[in-house]
């Protein structure tokens, strides 16, 4: 257990170093001497948990969607705005989140497939828009996978924006706007008026799921992961 306990640290201090050269230097700079140094671990080490520069960088892109996840809600379309106001949010709180949205939008970066976090934000959103519509949320003529696609490439963009204008200070602010000019060509006006679109809702979300992430370790038997 002990062993395997050391194993997880030496993992996530290996993925948060390699965060950062990433996120410092782009794909295509960094390199593993870097992440070395910097992990402050073995070149042994490092190898037995990621076998290249190529397996660091999608540990890292894959790292974003762990452990955090939106709690369900009643309306489809409010989990939907909750899900892309809590990732804005851990944009601007959490390095490793930045460094893999950088590599996920680092067209430099020569032999890494960057589709994943496009892929499973897509499918994400597919999910709850198909929930949404089946309980009568959304406008008649929404194709679902259409504004799946749109609500990614935009957030993208705008984040993308964010990042250059500003290091993500201002993109709370953004999507929140993105989000009151997108939502009334796709969601029912009874809907819509009960949406929290606010700038905050991101910082709350965050809270909720941080206290129900902290709820469920404390409930999990002794031992588990």
């Known amino acids: 257990m002990a062993e395997q306990v050391r194993a997880i640290r030496t993992r996530k201090t290996i993925l948060s170093a390699a965060a950062k050269i990433f996120e410092e230097r782009g794909y295509q700079a960094a390199t593993i001497s870097e992440i070395l140094t910097t992990a402050g671990v073995t070149k042994g080490a490092l190898y037995f948990h990621f076998q290249s520069k190529e397996d ?18 009643a309306s489809k379309m409010q989990e939907i705005v909750d899900v892309v106001m809590l990732h804005a949010h851990r944009l601007q709180t959490d390095p490793m989140v930045r460094a893999g949205v950088r590599l996920s939008m680092d067209q430099l970066a020569q032999g890494l497939d960057r589709s994943g976090p496009f892929l499973r934000w897509g499918e994400v959103g597919l999910e709850l828009l198909q929930r949404a519509q089946a309980q ?44 009151r000019h997108v939502l009334p060509s796709v969601v029912i006006p009874s809907v819509l008026a009960a949406l929290d679109l606010s700038e905050h809702r991101g910082a709350a979300v965050y809270a909720e799921a941080m206290e129900n992430l902290a709820a469920a370790r404390e409930a999990a038997p002794a031992g588990a992961a």
């Open 56 to 73: 660091l960088a999608q540990g890292v892109l894959a790292e974003q969607d762990q452990q955090l996840s939106v709690p369900p809600r």
């Open 136 to 179: 009568g949320e959304l406008l008649p003529h929404v194709v679902p996978s259409e504004t799946a696609d749109v609500i990614v490439g935009s957030f993208a963009g705008i984040q993308s924006m964010s990042q250059a204008i500003c290091e993500y200070q201002d993109l709370v602010g953004r999507v929140s706007a993105l989000m």
